[in-house]
């Protein structure tokens, strides 16, 4: 492409490229990574998600296998609290880890008991109709197809390969990178009519992300459950909310905990992310929740846990143990995952596959 290459293309290999993409080299979530996710705050997290799949559980008449993905793994740090939390759907559970990077899937078997090893498309087959002496945990790079159960995606779709686009009097544009910078001019696109729909209430000129990977993720997962619900948790905002930033201000770049500011800048060394565009996801089919991860945690039954962490605690305050630091921990993790400013405000989406539904529904 003699006007440079799509901004997507140039995330896709400065992300995954398998030799110096950021994820395949060194870059993940954590205290000792580069950026702190819901998971790696501390167990609560995944104790709350645990629940949220008992509830689905109990929805779906307590089915077996009950299939969990957890679509973006990273280095598996989800699956292991939920591990610990012992959900009540444990004897049917059947956890996939979906994760690109090698170097990530590596760390999946570390401290979870059941681990099945990595699996192809064949062997994941195999592993979500087994039935009983669950939790059994696998890792893959695919998602499974016609399950019961739950796919989750905590901070994955903001990492999907996007494109950057804008309205001009003369039609749509395309931001495309030359020489490992944007290019001082732009490409012609021609967007899906829905997309070019939303772009209208855009004022003209302004760059806003095109996030066809992320609306194409929510598609398949929706197509891989026979039964059950897609949840997304991510940060996010509307098409008119994201173009009302500063410019470009929905694109983040994340090193060593420091938020960056050029995503040009030594591609493979940094994690590109955007925020997730809530109205183009959308498009095909409306989620049927939409809320924060704050009011989410609420619902689920956080104020419990923390009340109960507190009793744990106040209890073996004078000789405490491992059952009173962890309860102690509580709050501190509550504050951290509730708080409006930070990752309290992140979106979480779901969508509901009915029994009833037909594939055609689901992909509309």
Do not use: K
Not at 173 to 201: H, K, Y
Not at 211 to 240: E, F, K, N, P
């Amino acid at each position: 492409m003699s006007d440079g290459v799509p901004f997507s293309e140039f995330m896709d290999g400065a992300l995954y490229d398998p030799v110096t993409g950021f994820y395949a080299v060194e870059g993940r979530a954590g205290r000792r990574g580069d950026f702190l996710t819901s998971p790696e705050v501390g167990p609560l997290f995944g104790a709350l998600v645990a629940e949220r799949l008992d509830r689905e559980w109990d929805r779906l008449g307590r089915p077996d296998p009950f299939v969990v993905v957890d679509a973006g793994a990273g280095p598996g740090t989800l699956a292991r609290a939920l591990a610990s939390a012992s959900p009540r759907c444990a004897p049917a559970l059947r956890y996939v880890l979906v994760e690109a990077s090698a170097s990530q899937r590596r760390r999946h078997a570390e401290h979870l008991d059941g681990w099945e090893g990595e699996v192809d498309a064949e062997g994941l087959a195999r592993f979500v109709t087994s039935t009983g002496s669950g939790p059994r945990f696998a890792s893959s790079t695919v998602l499974p197809v016609d399950v019961d159960g739950v796919i989750v995606a905590n901070e994955l779709l903001d990492n999907l390969p996007f494109d950057i686009v804008r309205r001009t009097p003369e039609g749509a544009e395309m931001l495309t990178v030359v020489d490992g910078g944007p290019s001082t001019g732009s490409v012609p696109v021609e967007l899906p009519d829905e997309v070019d729909a939303l772009l209208t209430r855009v004022p003209m000129g302004t760059w806003v992300p095109w996030q066809h990977r992320a609306r194409q993720w929510v598609a398949d997962a929706l197509s891989s459950l026979r039964r059950g619900t897609v949840i997304v948790l991510d940060y996010g905002d509307t098409t008119d909310a994201l173009a009302a930033r500063p410019e470009t201000g929905w694109l983040r770049t994340y090193a060593a905990h420091e938020r960056g500011a050029d995503p040009f800048a030594e591609p493979g060394s940094r994690d590109i992310t955007c925020d997730v565009d809530i109205d183009q996801l959308s498009l095909d089919r409306s989620p049927d929740l939409i809320t924060t991860q704050g009011e989410w945690l609420e619902g689920l039954g956080i104020d419990d846990l923390v009340a109960e962490g507190r009793r744990q605690w106040h209890e073996r305050a004078t000789a405490p143990d491992l059952v009173a630091l962890r309860g102690r921990s509580r709050v501190g993790e509550a504050e951290a995952l509730c708080d409006r400013s930070g990752l309290g405000a992140h979106l979480v989406l779901e969508w509901h596959r009915r029994p009833t539904w037909s594939t055609a529904e689901a992909d509309r």
